[in-house]
T-cell receptor, first 115, second 115 residues
């Protein structure tokens, strides 16, 4: 089955700096890669996703890049703010023909943005 | 849309007791997933359903765990008998399979403590 590795497990940055979280996956057939943000005591919430036919996607201060050859993808947060502090999870799944397959999650990265 | 609704939010039970967790997916979603979250193991998929039919239960830890989806708007996860190592946050999530490659919507979770 799919295996998703996520690094680093913790990341501390100063407000205004950039943060980068990296994930690798094992199943070359995986084609969908979402990122979730989970604040303390809350549910995971989708913040951005990318499909395997796209190399990069941006949404305001957040961007995700995908390298299919190397089987890794990354989350980039620019101009970090204290409210970005949370646990971030990457995930991967193999969707085809309209069938929805299970998401396999990384272990998460605790991001702390210091004011 | 009320989102994915889980109950109870918190459950404290004694070892050996039966525990039932409940989930109402978003109306119209045809996939339902049960995940367990712990510090050590992160987010683990326990089981998922498509159109009320269990598709993959390979993540169910042992026979003490069972899940049902009697109709499109309700699912249960039962643990009998419960053990302290079952203590975790259990999340239910749903997805519309026709929109493959869209991320899940998670419920608020049930925090289970077995003493």
């Amino acid at each position: 089955g799919e295996n998703v590795e996520q690094h680093p497990s913790t990341l501390s940055v100063q407000e205004g700096d950039s943060a980068v979280i990296k994930c690798t996956y094992s199943d070359s057939a995986s084609n969908y890669f979402p990122w979730y943000k989970q604040e303390l005591g809350k549910r995971p919430q989708l913040i951005i996703d990318i499909r395997s036919n796209v190399g990069e996607k941006k949404d305001q201060r957040i961007a995700v890049t995908l390298n299919k050859t190397a089987k890794h993808f990354s989350l980039h947060i620019t101009e970090t703010q204290p409210e970005d502090s949370a646990v971030y999870f990457c995930a991967a799944s193999r969707n085809s023909g309209g069938s929805n397959y299970k998401l396999t999650f990384g272990k998460g990265t605790l991001l702390t943005v210091n004011p | 849309d009320a989102g994915v609704i889980q109950s109870p939010r918190h459950e404290v039970t004694e070892m050996g007791q039966e525990v039932t967790l409940r989930c109402k997916p978003i109306s119209g979603h045809d996939y339902l997933f049960w995940y367990r979250q712990t510090m050590m193991r992160g987010l683990e998929l326990l089981i998922y359903f498509n159109n009320n039919v269990p598709i993959d239960d390979s993540g169910m830890p042992e026979d003490r765990f069972s899940a049902k989806m009697p109709n499109a708007s309700f699912s249960t996860l039962k643990i009998q008998p419960s053990e302290p190592r079952d203590s975790a946050v259990y999340f239910c999530a749903s997805n519309l399979g026709r929109q493959a490659n869209y991320g899940y919507t998670f419920g608020s979770g049930t925090r289970l403590t077995v003493v």
